[in-house]
């Protein structure tokens, strides 16, 4: 059997123990194109070994051809119908490559692919990858294709931070938009406002503001046992209901979102993973990627009270009709990308050009410094959390060993006057191996959530250069009007209907901006100030053990 | 130029980094043959590189002489007299070598051999090996080899922990006095008394307790600069009056004390040592070892007593008449090895030897098993303090820039909203460095101690097999006089003199023993409680800190 290779698409960086780099073009080896949930395994071009984004390579074939897997989403996509025999490396399972997925019917029973236990997470369950929350995203993709921004809903659902690699692939409705090309009828209730604050435009508040609690994912099965998956219970404030969705659920709704909000960051939904971080339970942690996400939705005064967010918070999820309708209708919305600025109304006076130009190239340098160091400090908490689960907590207990084997030295010494002493010495030792565990238990308290928080934030990063280029293509098509205008080529009514849609794409834009600030300000600060409580109960709880460790040698 | 090599006397089982193991007899290349401060740096048998003490091994030469260097001390030292041309790799400084000093005059002025700067443990001035306080530990032992034990002087005044290895030689008066070979005129104020106590036999207390302060050393000079010198500043309280003591002083103290009490445990004097732990200052470094010799010392009844220490504290430094008085008092004390038994009065009733035997037997084990568990904390405690220095810092501080860098990337943001939380991040960066200055300040707070103690108690018990084996001789000569007896060739009389002698001997031991037990308690106890305590203090520094930087973000 030939070593199976592939080229990568993109560049990736790793960030994660398990992971390896890959540039751009460099050629990898695989060591099976069987994917894990959505990741290979395999050499790069350095000979490291690791894990890559599967949606980053395409397989190279003796016959020159290439099949990127699970992500592809080329509208020419050469090889979609290669047939399944033309894999003669894969297993079994694999004869229905990610290539054909988009011949399932996406509109059947949300739960039809899942014929395996549905359980995201398990590394070992490698026959899950067509089914369950993988392809979702896939047939998302492939099934709206003729909208305006699928690639972006596509890429972004796949892996997150890598919007802007697409970037060139992205066709937002802003083009059109701005060109007076976008056209529908705005009902009252779709109308979204953008008014001057304290800081520049801003998106008006929501009147009715509500939080939605996630609370412990059930394994749920159907079908006699036959089929299984994670349920999570959701229970929004405004309605008090509890709903039950799936990861799928979110990950549709979040294709949707993408789809209809050209220069609104969507928060990222937690990523698939292989690779378990600290082997903490990949349930728990993906409620907790969720609740982080929720709370990024719920906050938004404008993502918040949109109607596709607003069905999947509050459908029964036992009435299957009314999800199936409220489904349907969401991907029938005629108000997503170039059709969606048309909702927007804004402040009376137009913003000065200039002053926006400036304010959206000091946020680009700002986005690039945050995501540099967000980047940095994630590697390092990741890197400081490892030490202490190893490191700290190995020199720790082995002090805390050692003082037991003196205590028990001492014990050989009958001498009535050193008994106190030994069991003193021998507590301390206990004391010493106990907060060995306390370091080891206590990057789950803290750092973790400060990494959940740079991940979303990461995410968030990832998705404003595309932001930023519809605004800046928009001030584009401004100038280029204006000198059309004096040229003669332009009327000065076609120019002036530029202008007023240019500034209502820039209106929106740094109302967007405003709202992350404010966000970034509350949640660093929320996140800083639980990570230093944490931090000093956890250094308290140490003092306190070693404070009975010292009682200990009152009497001794 | 040919390798120079040498062969190891004894076995050297290296403790500390730097220091590399050899075998008895293990052929080893030398990089000099000028030892740094007492220790040559070579390659042993197994081409590891390293430092062992200079006087385990003796030079190899080509025309088969050998030539063993500081440490000689053998009567027939054949290469004492081998011209200083002879050493033909060796550079200038080199033609006074060790084997010549004891052709220096002892007696001559404390400092008269030091013509260059003495200060010790400076690694990089090699050339003070053959003054200051390499000779003095020589010279002592060439000049008293007429005596019993001279070489059990030499041995433990050059290195500690290997008196045992020199037991072959060690030549105590025990047998001696069994014999009922001693004879001597003891004073009144020579008389030792062992009582008998709750736990059995003990040294009487001594009814004039003191203590003795070390203060800070400071760097002597005399002949205009051209020599100098590092003094202690020694204050005992039941004097009041400061006395100037030099190394050199302790180390001829120290082997007059283990020529004089062949079964109690001298304290070790902290070591030369060629490689610094942690850069620590070792001038500071040795005043903490002297402050634990003399507390070890006047903690002593029959230590603190003894002439020859009462001289070294008492006498006036600047007389240096009476000094040399006394010290040659001291060196021509007749009350020394097999005499110091004389001295001794024992309780009325005689001990049961069984007893005794089971007693001997079960500290021998525990001193086996306390040597044990001493290293291994030892190493551990190292390894930890290690750690804390390089390891911990880094992270620590590592958490501290990333945080740091975080606010300098949140500074680009000008919203007048975000300020405080920029200033609040920007501060706890600095915590956290901080906090990591405080890992890498706190082991020379609380580890060093507790490694201090334990290289004290290691020096003890390397004491210990010697002690036992006078005991457990004279425990044979008794059984071996009873057959005597049995078999008509000895008379009654003269084995209840083996006896009684042995009686005393025993007395002694177990008093010894008792004395370790009971400082051993009071020391671990007091020690233990100082680390808990630093460790205490250290953590609610840290968590001081945390809070500190927590409060910064009440107004963010």
């Known amino acids: 059997i030939m070593a199976l290779r592939a080229r990568a698409l993109y560049d990736f960086n790793s960030e994660n123990p398990g992971e390896v780099s890959v540039k751009e073009n460099e050629i990898v080896t695989l060591y099976s194109e069987q994917d894990i949930e959505g990741w290979f395994e395999g050499l790069n071009g350095r000979g490291e070994r690791g894990l890559f984004p599967a949606s980053y390579v395409e397989i190279l074939r003796s016959d020159n051809s290439s099949c990127s897997t699970s992500g592809d989403t080329y509208p020419n996509s050469r090889y979609a119908n290669i047939p399944p025999g033309g894999f003669d490396t894969a297993p079994l399972q694999r004869q229905q490559p990610a290539c054909q997925a988009s011949d399932d019917d996406w509109d059947d029973d949300w739960d039809d692919s899942s014929t395996v236990a549905d359980e995201p997470g398990t590394v070992g369950g490698r026959y899950h990858d067509f089914e369950g929350n993988g392809p979702s995203t896939y047939r998302v993709s492939t099934s709206s294709m003729s909208r305006g921004n699928a690639q972006q809903a596509k890429s972004s659902a796949t892996v997150s931070r890598n919007l802007n690699r697409f970037s060139t692939f992205v066709k937002s409705g802003g083009e059109a938009f701005v060109l007076g090309e976008a056209s529908g009828f705005v009902k009252d209730g779709d109308k979204i406002c953008v008014v001057m604050g304290q800081y520049g435009p801003e998106w008006q508040e929501n009147p009715y503001p509500f939080t939605c609690a996630i609370d412990d994912p059930t394994k749920q099965t159907k079908f006699k046992g036959m089929k299984s998956y994670i349920s999570y219970k959701l229970t929004p404030t405004h309605t008090q209901n509890q709903v039950n969705r799936r990861y799928k659920h979110f990950d549709w709704l979040y294709a949707r979102l993408v789809e209809k909000f050209p220069v609104i960051s969507v928060p990222h939904i937690p990523e698939k993973q292989a690779t378990g971080r600290f082997e903490e339970d990949f349930i728990s942690k993906r409620r907790k990627g969720l609740i982080w996400w929720m709370n990024h939705m719920t906050s938004h005064p404008v993502l918040a009270r949109c109607d596709v967010f607003q069905h999947f918070l509050t459908c029964n999820s036992a009435d299957e009709k009314a999800w199936k309708q409220g489904k349907r209708k969401a991907e029938k919305d005629e108000m997503v990308g170039a059709n969606f600025f048309l909702t927007i109304s804004t402040p009376a006076a137009p913003l000065d050009f200039q002053e926006v130009e400036s304010k959206i190239d000091g946020f680009k340098t700002f986005t690039k410094r945050m995501d540099d160091s967000t980047l940095q400090l994630s590697a390092t908490v990741n890197e400081f959390a490892r030490k202490q689960i190893s490191g700290f907590k190995k020199e720790y207990q082995r002090v805390g060993f050692s003082f037991k ?110 709202h992350f600030h404010q966000i970034r300000v509350r949640d660093f600060k929320a996140q800083m100030q639980h990570y230093l409580q944490q931090q000093i109960s956890f250094f308290q709880k140490i003092t306190g053990k070693l404070e009975e460790a010292l009682q200990k040698y009152d009497n001794a």
Chains 1, 2 share one sequence.
Do not use: W
Not at 460 to 474: C, F, R, S, T
Not at 486 to 492: A, R
């Open 405 to 514: 084997v003196l205590s028990q030295a001492f014990e050989m010494d009958q001498q009535v006057y050193s008994a106190g002493l030994n069991q003193a010495i021998s507590f301390t030792g206990d004391a010493y191996e106990a907060i060995g565990e306390y370091f080891a238990e206590q990057p789950g308290k803290d750092l973790d959530p400060i990494m959940d928080l740079l991940a979303l934030y990461q995410g968030h990063l990832a998705n404003y250069p595309d932001i930023i280029h519809v605004q800046k293509g928009a001030l584009t098509k401004v100038k280029e009007s204006h000198k059309h205008v004096e040229e003669g080529k332009m009327d000065g009514m076609q120019a002036e209907g530029i202008n007023e849609r240019c500034n209502i794409i820039s209106c929106a834009t740094l109302a967007e901006i405003q």
